[in-house]
């Protein structure tokens, strides 16, 4: 355990406890705890919580150069902050926590509605007293949210939170709306061809999601796209890599090997093949959501109702864009779906994602130096723009990239 004393080369600093549940969530702390580099006030500490989908943390976090503290001595020790994207065990820890949402929108309402009142329809994590309160008390020091909108929802459905809440924006959202010049540069980098197109395949995780039903579509997109002047990607979500194990994973999808169809492994950033896009077919997770910020025309899936957030991005998106059908050819789908869009078809689904478009990082950094009663470095918020991404061809290997 790193701790206070003698032994330490730089000393007197404030500690800042970063708990990783997922890689999901440790993508998303990752445009957080990176405000803090290059300030000697404070301490950085890393710690990986238990979660049924926490496989794989680990290594990601090693990949970053990053150690860890196991979980027990997390909660043994004192910090000054601690910064986490879930709920599973943050109230154990003694130190003020401040819980940051993830994905666009909050898109699933609470899947255990046994808690509830009668009568109480169930709500998304971030609006949940059952996440925000423990024995009826605020669990965090402050919760972030991307929109306005956002608020309203909180002061409905848990009101003892609003005190706590801040609107920060989405870094997602400024990463791509700053990406978005750069979308040429991206293709070459990913080996977009003269003439060629990309299509992108994301999938969120759960049975209602694409990859729970790829057996629907992944036959047309092998039979149908890859050598008629198409590239194709599937973006799955890191749970299912977690939940189900890579080589799992792998061998489910054998058949794209040599069909020219990339698998992106869970690690990778999938920010700059979004917009690298011409075609997105998604489904009700976050980067379809995401993608209507880009140039791309949106399919979706045939997907869920009922387990979809009434309000959230994904519920208007469902209403505004067309779904494939297994009836037509699926090239034929795609060439309609461009002809058919419309001048602004997705501008009030974009619009739901942040009320605050590129300011994430500078009311995030507030935010986290206020609650340590530091004061902010005197300069802006250093952000480094999206990396050129490696070429597909890395990732439509024979082990489809999932060993790299």
């Not at 910064?83 to 994905?103: D, F, K, N, T």
């Not at 706590?164 to 791509?176: E, L, N, Q, T």
């Amino acid at each position: 355990m790193i701790e206070q004393g003698q032994w330490l080369t730089v000393s007197d600093c404030k500690r800042v406890l970063v708990v990783v549940h997922t890689v999901t969530f440790a993508q998303r702390l990752r445009e957080v705890f990176g405000l803090l580099e290059a300030d000697l006030r404070i301490q950085v500490i890393f710690t990986v919580a238990p979660h049924a989908f926490g496989s794989g943390v680990p290594q990601y976090l090693r990949s970053l150069g990053i150690s860890t503290v196991p979980w027990e001595e997390a909660l043994r020790a004192e910090f000054d902050l601690a910064l986490a994207a879930g709920s599973r065990g943050v109230h154990e820890l003694r130190a003020p926590v401040v819980r940051i949402s993830h994905g666009a929108g909050h898109i699933k309402p609470q899947s255990d509605a046994s808690s509830l009142p009668p009568g109480v329809e169930p709500v998304p994590g971030m609006m949940s007293p059952q996440q925000l309160l423990h024995e009826g008390r605020m669990r965090p020091g402050a919760v972030v949210y991307a929109h306005e909108r956002d608020l309203t929802e909180l002061a409905r459905s848990c009101p003892e939170a609003l005190p706590a809440a801040h609107v920060v924006g989405d870094p997602c959202v400024d990463r791509i709306l700053a990406g978005l010049p750069r979308r040429e540069q991206y293709r070459r980098a990913l080996g977009i061809g003269p003439g060629e197109r990309l299509v992108i395949i994301p999938s969120t995780w759960g049975p209602t999601s694409t990859f729970g039903r790829l057996d629907a579509l992944l036959p047309q997109l092998m039979s149908q796209l890859p050598g008629r002047g198409y590239r194709v990607a599937l973006l799955i979500h890191p749970n299912v890599f977690a939940g189900h194990g890579p080589w799992q994973v792998q061998s489910w999808l054998a058949g794209c090997r040599g069909r020219g169809i990339a698998v992106l492994p869970p690690e990778a950033d999938w920010l700059a093949p979004l917009i690298a896009a011409d075609w997105v077919i998604g489904d009700h997770g976050s980067l379809t959501a995401y993608a209507t910020l880009t140039e791309a025309t949106l399919l979706l899936t045939p997907g869920p109702r009922r387990q979809i957030s009434a309000s959230s991005p994904a519920a208007l998106l469902a209403a505004v864009t067309p779904v494939v059908s297994p009836a037509y050819p699926l090239e034929e789908q795609l060439s309609y779906a461009a002809r058919e869009r419309r001048p602004g078809q997705y501008e009030q689904v974009a619009a739901l994602l942040s009320s605050a478009p590129g300011e994430f990082h500078r009311r995030m950094r507030a935010v986290v130096y206020r609650l340590l009663d530091l004061g902010e470095p005197a300069h802006a918020p250093v952000v480094s723009p999206l990396p050129l991404p490696p070429a597909l061809d890395r990732w439509e290997a024979t082990d489809l990239g999932l060993a790299q």
